[in-house]
């Protein structure tokens, strides 16, 4: 889980905006604990935000190591769900390409199973408020409807 003490407040600049044509970012379907997802859902509603910029936010302050996470122990998954429901599938919207090889990159090297692992760990971090983030947008930024579709 996510250490107590690693609280991180990231902020997005404008110039690190998401361009999907530029960027190679794609939706990703990451299998995790929906109880987790639709409370992280929730969490990035109270703070008017969509899940997938705070899930960027948290890959990419991981990736620079300013937050780190106790992997579940080597081999396994994460075990039951918090409220024993299976894992399904959570449609994110478009993830930077970036972001997610350079998250991926670390979580391999520290040994976190997956990036399903890792992204669970981080937004059951944000639920728990372990971990915050701070996101700045310029212009329009258009709601994913497949967040909606999640779980």
Not at 26 to 36: C, Y
Request: proline share 7%; hydrophobic share 35%.
């Amino acid at each position: 889980m996510p250490d107590a003490a690693d609280t991180d407040t990231h902020t997005h600049p404008p110039g690190g905006t998401v361009d999907a044509r530029q960027d190679g970012a794609r939706e990703r379907l990451v299998w995790m604990d929906t109880g987790v997802w639709r409370r992280a859902r929730a969490r990035a509603a109270d703070d008017a935000l969509d899940l997938t910029p705070v899930l960027e936010a948290l890959l990419d302050a991981y990736a620079d190591g300013r937050v780190t996470v106790t992997p579940p122990v080597s081999g396994r998954s994460l075990g039951p769900t918090r409220d024993g429901t299976a894992r399904t599938g959570c449609r994110t919207g478009p993830l930077s390409h970036h972001v997610w090889s350079r998250a991926d990159h670390r979580r391999a090297t520290a040994g976190v199973k997956s990036m399903p692992v890792l992204c669970e760990l981080l937004l059951g971090g944000y639920v728990d408020g372990h971990l915050t983030t701070t996101l700045t947008a310029t212009g329009h930024v258009p709601r994913t409807h497949r967040e909606d579709d999640a779980a």
